[in-house]
């Protein structure tokens, strides 16, 4: 399954247009969450896979990320909270866009999606700053402006 969704990465220089490379993959991605699903896998080993999934190949565009988590709600008959997360900023995104300008508002929606996905790394996964930077593709000062939002909230 990890060399499955790795592979996926192959499928970006085939394609010069990021949206149908986005539907590629989110059809591909379905297809591997399904053939995870299928398996049964213990708890354990279906959750580390199912992480990897998400968090390994980034969707070009929101939107997408939204529809795959949504989907991924439908096969599993479980609530994975980053769907509802993503369509919350998302709206929020728009509804700034509408304030600052379209091109700000997704700007803006973006990058607190970015920051969600790297408190998800750290609060859930555990991820050290490094490999947070190589998940998210986000800057190291990102990383550590977000863990420190993190601490701060704990306590």
Not at 76 to 87: A, G, L, P, R, V
Request: hydrophobic share 40%.
């Amino acid at each position: 399954m990890v060399i499955l969704i790795a592979k996926a990465t192959a499928f970006k220089k085939k394609f010069k247009d990021k949206y149908l490379y986005d539907q590629m993959l989110l059809k591909n991605n379905l297809e591997i969450a399904r053939l995870i699903l299928e398996r049964q896998l213990p708890a354990e080993q279906e959750e580390i896979l199912m992480n990897f999934l998400f968090n390994y190949i980034n969707f070009e565009f929101t939107e997408t990320k939204v529809i795959f988590d949504r989907e991924i709600n439908l096969l599993s008959d479980k609530n994975i909270n980053t769907m509802t997360i993503q369509e919350i900023l998302v709206g929020q995104a728009k509804l700034q866009g509408k304030r600052l300008g379209l091109k700000e508002g997704i700007k803006e929606g973006r990058k607190e999606a970015k920051e969600e996905e790297v408190s998800r790394l750290i609060t859930k996964l555990r991820f050290t700053d490094e490999q947070i930077v190589d998940f998210a593709g986000v800057s190291l000062t990102t990383v550590k402006k977000v863990r420190r939002s993190v601490a701060r909230s704990i306590h």
